[in-house]
Structures are given as structure tokens and as C-alpha cells.
């Protein structure tokens, strides 16, 4: 099992940028697919999460309205499409897959998560 996360780089405030998490060894709509972000000193933090506890989406607040999630199940491949980009979304990002065990979960807690990338930078530019 592999994720592979890419599309980071520099991008100045107010712009998008569009990350991709492509998935090798298991089929990833049958699996949590969930964003987190870290940045130096703090602990990983979850941005959105889809198929999440049942079927849902969820989102950060702080990126609420700004971000997006989708798929291409053909692909394999899981998108970020982060728009109105802001300083403080300067972080290295991780796609992160959870194995759809019985019972409800924290989304955004990353102890939950099976398997993750290895993450790609992103860095916001006032």
C-alpha cells in the first residue's frame, strides 16, 4: 500500500494550488482518505477528510469555503484544490488513508490513519 502526494510549491497569497494523492496496492474509494498538514514544532493537523465515519466529508475550519476535495476513481488518485490561499496554509502536506474499521472515529486525529505519504511542501507567500 502507497500514497504518493504531490503538487506543492510556492504560490503567493489569494492564489490556488491543486495537490494529488495517488494510491497504489488497494483501491481508494474503499478507504478514509483524509489531508493533514505540519508545521515545524506543531502537531499534524487535519484539513479535510472524505468517506470519513460512514460516508462523510469533513473539513478544518480554517479551510472551510477554500478547499476542496474530490476523486477520480479511475485514477486512483485523490485531489486537493486549495483556493484563496493564505500565509498561515504554509505547511507540509499529507494524504493519509484509513481502513474502514466498525465504529465512529475523530477524522482529524492522526493516530487514526493507516498508511501516509510522504508529504509535499506548501508555501504561501504574503
Known amino acids: 500500500v502507497q500514497l504518493q502526494a504531490s503538487g506543492g510549491g510556492l504560490v503567493q497569497a489569494g492564489g490556488s494550488l491543486r495537490l494529488s494523492c495517488a494510491a497504489s496496492g488497494f483501491t481508494a474509494d474503499s478507504y478514509s482518505i483524509a489531508w493533514f498538514r505540519q508545521v515545524p514544532g506543531r502537531e499534524r493537523e487535519g484539513v479535510l477528510c472524505?468517506?470519513?465515519?460512514?460516508?462523510?466529508?469533513y473539513y478544518a475550519d480554517s479551510v472551510k469555503g477554500r478547499f476542496t476535495i474530490s476523486r477520480d476513481n479511475a485514477k486512483n488518485t485523490l485531489y486537493l484544490q486549495m483556493n484563496s490561499l493564505k500565509p498561515e496554509d504554509t505547511a507540509v502536506y499529507y494524504c493519509?488513508?484509513?481502513?474502514?474499521?466498525?465504529?465512529?472515529?475523530?477524522?482529524?486525529?492522526?493516530?487514526?490513519?493507516?498508511?501516509w505519504g510522504q508529504g509535499t511542501l506548501v508555501t504561501v507567500s504574503s
Open positions: 472524505i468517506d470519513c465515519n460512514g460516508g462523510n466529508t
Open positions: 493519509a488513508a484509513r481502513i474502514n474499521y466498525i465504529g465512529s472515529y475523530y477524522w482529524g486525529d492522526h493516530h487514526e490513519y493507516d498508511y
